[in-house]
């Protein structure tokens, strides 16, 4: 068995605002369906989460998605323009397409481009057909910001073992990390001390058990700690 995070974050914050939990057996799209998105909002997600149903339903509420495309997904090109370098080499390809699957008949629009030392293209889909190419790209790799999260997650808070075996022990488990890594990342923002996040983590793990203020030690660990001596020596002495 295994369990799934979903995880939906903000491009300006940073942090998750909306977590769902799934098996590892259920399909990654039907979490879509659970998207909450308001008119004008864009959200970009890996292509696990493509379904054409749900991305119609997006394009007739004013809501954009940018993902990255299968490499087996079938489509008719409707439209199709290549802009080239100065050098006469191709960076990007912008079609126009269409999908159908049973009854459904999706317009999405297809942007393939190259990156210096890749020799392979990178394939997007979206439904934004408004936005230059570069915007749409950029819009991309802002989804990368869910793989550092999780990156951070794993490296400071490790859950490569789990105190419980029940659903439930094992979903506090994981929304415990989840509120430990947001409680340390508005430590690390109101802290004018620049420390790594992994520092950060290491120091209030170590303190956890000191009645101290976080942010003073944080700001001054010296200074911190030597009134906190003193404070102690004078209430065995008063």
Excluded at 37 to 58: C, H, K, N, P, S
Excluded at 117 to 144: A, G, H
Excluded at 157 to 181: E, H, R, T
Excluded at 205 to 221: D, G, S, W
Aim: glycine content about 4%; hydrophobic content about 40%; some cysteine.
């Amino acid at each position: 068995g295994g369990i799934k995070v979903h995880t939906l974050i903000r491009g300006e914050e940073g942090v998750p605002y909306d977590i769902h939990f799934s098996s590892a057996a259920t399909h990654d799209h039907v979490l879509l369906r659970k998207l909450k998105l308001t008119d004008g909002a864009f959200v970009a997600m890996d292509r696990a989460y493509i379904d054409y149903r749900v991305f119609e339903q997006m394009s007739s509420q004013g809501v954009f998605y940018v993902t990255k495309m299968k490499k087996n997904q079938r489509y008719k090109v409707a439209n199709s323009c290549h802009y080239v370098n100065e050098n006469g080499l191709v960076v990007f390809k912008d079609q126009g397409i269409t999908f159908s699957k049973d009854e459904i008949v999706h317009q999405s629009r297809r942007i393939e481009y190259w990156e210096e030392c890749k020799e392979n293209p990178i394939v997007l889909l979206t439904n934004n057909f408004d936005l230059d190419t570069e915007e749409i790209i950029e819009i991309y790799k802002y989804r990368w910001r869910i793989e550092l999260l999780f990156k951070q997650l794993k490296q400071n808070f490790p859950l490569k073992y789990f105190y419980g075996d029940s659903v439930n022990a094992i979903k506090i488990q994981i929304w415990v990390a989840l509120i430990a890594n947001l409680l340390i990342t508005i430590v690390k923002k109101r802290v004018k001390r620049p420390w790594s996040f992994s520092n950060l983590v290491t120091i209030i793990r170590q303190t956890l058990m000191y009645y101290i203020n976080v942010y003073a030690f944080c700001e001054n660990p010296e200074k911190a700690w030597l009134s906190k001596i003193k404070q102690r020596e004078k209430s065995l002495f008063s």
